[in-house]
Nanobody
Framework: QVQLVESGGGSVQAGGSLRLSCQAS????????VGWFRQAPGKEREGVALINRDSGSTAYADSVKGRFTISQDNAKVTVYLQMNSLNPEDTAMYYC???????????????WGQGTQVIVSS
């Protein structure tokens, strides 16, 4: 099993930035894909960004493209989500998830972190 831990959440004003981090107890073949998902109260969980740790390829939801960047460090220890130009719509609990092959379908992910809260005020 892989245990994921997110950090970096907080409260910012609209237009501000935050960088979220995702660390795993151990990166294995079963966690080659890491995705960031978010869920706001009363809204469905949605995919934000994906990264294939082996190839480095990334994918973004249309709602965050150009504002958010998913990346990993050179040692492939930590996965980041750099969030710029935040707006109140981005307020949500953000989760890091992992599985073997990337998909936008959250139910397919077998490893999840506890989440980190992001609050964007106007």
């Amino acid at each position: 099993q892989v245990q994921l831990v997110e950090s970096g959440g907080g409260s910012v004003q609209a237009g501000g930035s935050l960088r979220l981090s995702c660390q795993a107890s151990r990166w294995t073949f079963s966690s080659n894909c890491v995705g960031w998902f978010r869920q706001a109260p009363g809204k469905e969980r949605e995919g934000v960004a994906l990264i294939n740790r082996d190839s480095g390829s990334t994918a973004y939801a249309d709602s965050v493209k150009g504002r958010f960047t998913i990346s990993q460090d050179n040692a492939k220890v930590t996965v980041y989500l750099q969030m710029n130009s935040l707006n109140p719509e981005d307020t949500a609990m953000y989760y890091c998830a992992a599985r073997r092959i990337c998909t936008w379908y959250s139910n397919d992910y077998n490893y999840w972190g506890q989440g980190t809260q992001v609050i964007v005020s106007s």
